[in-house]
C-alpha cells in the first residue's frame, strides 16, 4: 500500500525494556519525523532525518534512539522504557526541503507498565 | 519562542453551519502554515498548506487564509456535515535558534458538527 505505515499500532511494555516502533513509506520522501502526542503537551518533536545516514534532535529526544539506513524506514527505539514515555507516537514523511507538507501516519500508541 | 493557540478549544454546532476555525501565533516569521485533521485514534490529515506569501488556500469546502503581520489563520468551513467531526489542529514551520526548521503545533480545536 502507498503511504506510510507504522507497527505495531498498540504495544504494552514494562519499564526498563527495549522497544523499537517501526515506521516505513512509499512516497521516497527524503525527511523523516518522529512525534509523540499527550494531552496538555500536544505533539512534539523527538527525531527528524534529513535523509539515510542523516538523523538530527527534537525537543524531546531524551531517552531515545533513531536510525536511518534505508530511504524509507526510519525506526525509533527507546533504549529502557519508562512510565513517561506513555504515549501516542506518530512518524511523519515529507519533502521538507521542497516546502513540502508533512504526512503522517495512524500512529502507535504505547504503554509502559 | 513561537507559541501556537487555538481558541477555543472545542466547538459543537448543528450540521449546515459555516464555520470559522481560529489559529494564531506569536512570532510573525514563518515558513508556512498547515491545517490537519485527526480523527479520535488515527494519524493526522493534512488539509491546507498555506506557504508564507501566500494569502490563502482552498481545497472544496475548506478554505484557509493567512495573515502573518496579525499572526492569525483561519480555516473556513462551508455547509457543515457530521463527517467533519475531528480535532483540527494547526501548525507553523518555523527556524530554530539552531538552524533547523520544525512544525510547532497548536493544540488543536474539537469540532462536533451535530446532525
Known amino acids: 500500500d502507498a503511504g506510510i505505515t507504522q507497527s505495531p499500532r498498540y504495544k504494552i511494555t514494562e519499564t526498563g525494556r527495549q522497544v523499537t516502533l517501526m515506521c516505513h513509506q512509499t512516497w521516497s520522501h527524503s525527511y523523516m519525523f518522529w512525534y509523540r502526542q499527550d494531552l496538555g503537551h500536544g505533539l512534539r518533536l523527538i527525531y527528524y532525518s534529513a535523509a539515510a545516514d542523516i538523523t538530527d534532535k527534537g525537543e524531546v529526544p531524551d531517552g531515545y534512539v533513531v536510525s536511518r539506513s534505508k530511504t524509507e524506514n526510519f525506526p525509533l527505539t527507546l533504549e529502557s522504557a519508562t512510565r513517561s514515555q506513555t504515549s501516542v507516537y506518530f512518524c511523519?514523511?515529507?519533502?521538507?526541503?521542497?516546502?513540502?507538507?508533512?504526512?503522517f501516519g495512524p500512529g502507535t500508541r504505547l504503554t509502559v507498565t | 519562542k513561537q507559541e501556537v493557540t487555538q481558541i477555543p478549544a472545542a466547538l459543537s454546532v448543528p450540521e449546515g453551519e459555516n464555520l470559522v476555525l481560529n489559529c494564531s501565533f506569536t512570532?510573525?516569521?514563518?515558513?508556512?502554515l498547515q491545517w490537519f485533521r485527526q480523527d479520535p485514534g488515527k494519524g493526522l490529515t493534512s488539509l491546507l498548506l498555506?506557504?508564507?506569501?501566500?494569502r490563502e488556500q482552498t481545497s472544496g469546502r475548506l478554505n484557509a487564509s493567512l495573515d502573518k503581520s496579525s499572526g492569525r489563520s483561519t480555516l473556513y468551513i462551508a455547509a457543515s456535515q457530521p463527517g467533519d467531526s475531528a480535532t483540527y489542529l494547526c501548525a507553523v514551520r518555523v527556524i530554530t535558534q539552531g538552524g533547523s526548521e520544525k512544525l510547532v503545533f497548536g493544540k488543536g480545536m474539537k469540532l462536533t458538527v451535530n446532525p
Open positions: 511523519a514523511s515529507s519533502e521538507w526541503d521542497r516546502g513540502g507538507e508533512q504526512y
Open positions: 512570532d510573525s516569521a514563518i515558513y508556512n
Open positions: 498555506i506557504q508564507s506569501s501566500q
